[in-house]
C-alpha cells in the first residue's frame, strides 16, 4: 500500500505485486505444462489433472490480487474509491461528511501454523465500515511487520489530517474501535505492539478502556 500526496489530494493505492507474480508464475507453469503434455498425446488424466491446476490457480488468483484505489479530494470534499480483480469490481463516491475518521484495525493471520497480528487501514463511515485493503498484512520482504503497522498508522493519520479530522489520540481511538467492535483479543494485540507493553499489561490497558466504553 502506497500513498500519493498533494496540496489537496491523497490517493492510496494497494496492489499484491507479490501474490500476484507468484500467481501468474503458477499460471505459466501449468498453462506450459498443458499444451505440452496435449501435444506429446500424454494420458487424458494427466492433462485433466494440469488443467485443474491452472483453473484452480486462476480462480485463487482472481480472489487473493485485487487491486484496490482511494482518492481523497480536499476540494471537492469526497471521496471516489473503486476494488477490482478479475471476477467484480466495486467502488463508489463517499462525501467526506459521511465518514467519522479513519483507524488502523488489526486480525489475526495463520502464518507456518502460528497466529500472528496483520494490520489494515479502514474508513469508518455511516453506512459502516470500508477497509482500503480487502485482507490484513502481516509481513512484507521490505519493511518487516512492524514496519506495516507502522505504514497503516502513517497512512491513517494522512486520512484523517486531509479529511480535517483531530483526535486526542489516533492509537488509543485504534483500539477503542476495536473494543466497541467486540474485539478485545485483537485490541490487545495491538497495544502489546504498539505501545511495547507485556501481555497482562495489554489486557489491563484494553480492560480500562472497555470500562470507558460501557460508561
Not at 484523517?160 to 492509537?171: G, K
Request: glycine share 6%; with cysteine; net charge positive.
Amino acid at each position: 500500500m502506497r500513498a500519493i500526496e498533494t496540496e489537496h489530494h491523497l490517493r492510496i493505492i494497494d496492489f499484491p505485486f507479490y501474490t500476484a507474480l507468484f500467481t501468474l508464475f503458477l499460471a505459466i507453469i501449468f498453462g506450459y505444462g498443458f499444451v505440452t503434455h496435449l501435444l506429446s498425446h500424454a494420458p487424458l488424466s494427466i492433462c485433466a489433472i494440469i488443467l485443474l491446476g491452472l483453473v484452480i490457480t486462476v480462480i485463487v488468483g482472481g480472489i487473493l490480487v485485487q487491486r484496490s484505489e482511494f482518492e481523497f479530494d480536499a476540494q471537492e470534499k469526497k471521496v471516489t474509491w473503486n476494488r477490482r480483480s478479475i471476477f467484480r469490481s466495486q467502488g463508489g463516491v463517499i462525501p467526506f461528511e459521511q465518514i467519522a475518521f479513519a483507524v488502523v484495525q488489526a486480525g489475526f493471520i495463520n502464518s507456518d501454523g502460528t497466529n500472528i497480528t496483520g494490520y489494515r487501514v479502514a474508513l469508518l463511515t455511516r453506512n459502516g465500515r470500508i477497509p482500503l485493503t480487502p485482507r490484513f498484512s502481516g509481513s512484507d520482504v521490505r519493511i518487516g511487520r512492524r514496519g506495516i503497522h507502522e505504514r497503516c498508522r502513517d497512512i491513517r493519520s494522512r486520512i484523517n489530517r486531509i479529511l480535517d479530522i483531530h483526535l486526542t489520540s489516533e492509537d488509543a481511538n485504534d483500539i477503542l474501535q476495536m473494543i466497541r467492535d467486540g474485539q478485545r483479543r485483537e485490541a490487545e494485540a495491538m497495544a502489546k505492539e504498539r505501545y511495547q507493553l507485556k501481555s497482562a499489561q495489554a489486557a489491563e490497558m484494553v480492560q480500562r478502556l472497555s470500562q470507558e466504553v460501557k460508561e
